[in-house]
């Protein structure tokens, strides 16, 4: 059991940013998180990256340009090649990337959890997702894209929660868009949590955001595995259930078949006679 807390984090990028901007190219990120040659100067010892889900990540931004080439920005001018068109994240549990844990039922089934989240909270947004299995803990790569209007426009809504919520605001102050940015992403935390982390024994914050001892630290660890193990055991319980009802469900029809297979046949046994 892993025991530790949750890491869920998304950025936005843009194809060529602004002159002295200290961020990556949405190409960059996508040529690291594909582990393409020169993309990863902090990896000693590479391996190829493991896509579980949609297309690879240069693929994913390249479909992206060449889907906004014929789409405007929210006050319908040509998207700016500083604009924000693509989205790349991580999320990762503390357990070490070995193949033995890649494969255990813990990490796989953390990992199908993820994907599932990911589809349910951005839709067709979600394009991309690789696991690295050359860092020190399992981790997975995903990008998610702009969606498009039946006007042409961006949907701010479909790929950042914090970009959206921000842009949202009306009053121009920077307090007020960064408290919403803030809030949106915070949500986004909740959500995970909800539907990840709470059922594979991850919490929700560590030890120093929650201002915790070392007691109260490892007192809530436990009780987060105990809640894993719970919904793991209900889990377990409804698929016992499900596997149940559908052999109930099919000896039923088999029943109910012959009966009216042995009722046509005394029919026609009694026509024949008579």
């Known amino acids: 059991m892993n025991n530790s807390y949750q890491f869920i984090h998304i950025e936005t990028y843009c194809d060529k940013p602004r002159k002295n901007s200290l961020r ?3 190409e960059a990120v996508a040529r690291e998180c594909q582990r393409l040659e020169h993309s990863f100067p902090h990896i000693n010892n590479p391996l190829p990256p493991e896509l579980i889900y949609g297309i690879q990540p240069l693929d994913a931004l390249n479909e992206v340009r060449s889907h906004l080439k014929s789409c405007k ?7 700016r090649s500083d604009a924000q068109i ?3 994240g991580v999320t990762s ?3 070490e990337s070995t193949p033995e844990n890649w494969e255990s039922e813990e990490v796989k089934r953390w990992v199908q959890d993820t994907i599932s989240f990911l589809k349910e909270r951005f839709g067709s947004s979600f394009i991309s997702a690789t696991a690295h299995k050359d860092e020190k803990w399992c981790h997975i790569h995903f990008a998610t894209r702009p969606k498009v209007d039946e006007n042409g426009l961006l949907d701010l809504n479909s ?3 914090g970009l959206a919520a921000q842009r949202s605001v009306t009053t121009k102050t920077k307090k007020a868009k960064d408290f919403a940015y803030k809030e949106a992403m915070k949500i986004l935390q909740d959500d995970y949590f909800s539907a990840v982390s709470i059922k594979n024994g991850l919490l929700r914050q560590g030890p120093r955001r929650r201002r915790l001892s070392r007691k109260e ?3 809530q660890k436990r009780y987060a595995e105990l809640i894993s193990k719970l919904f793991n055991e209900q889990s377990s319980l409804i698929q016992t259930l499900n596997s149940r009802l559908e052999r109930a469900k099919s000896m039923l029809t088999g029943l109910i078949s012959a009966k009216i297979i042995n009722k046509n046949q005394q029919k026609t046994s009694n026509l024949e006679k008579s």
């Open 159 to 161: 790929f950042h929660p």
């Open 73 to 79: 920005d929210p006050i319908g001018r040509k998207i």
């Open 93 to 95: 549990i503390k357990i």
């Open 86 to 88: 693509i989205a790349f």
């Open 24 to 26: 990556p190219s949405a």
């Open 217 to 219: 630290w490892f007192s």
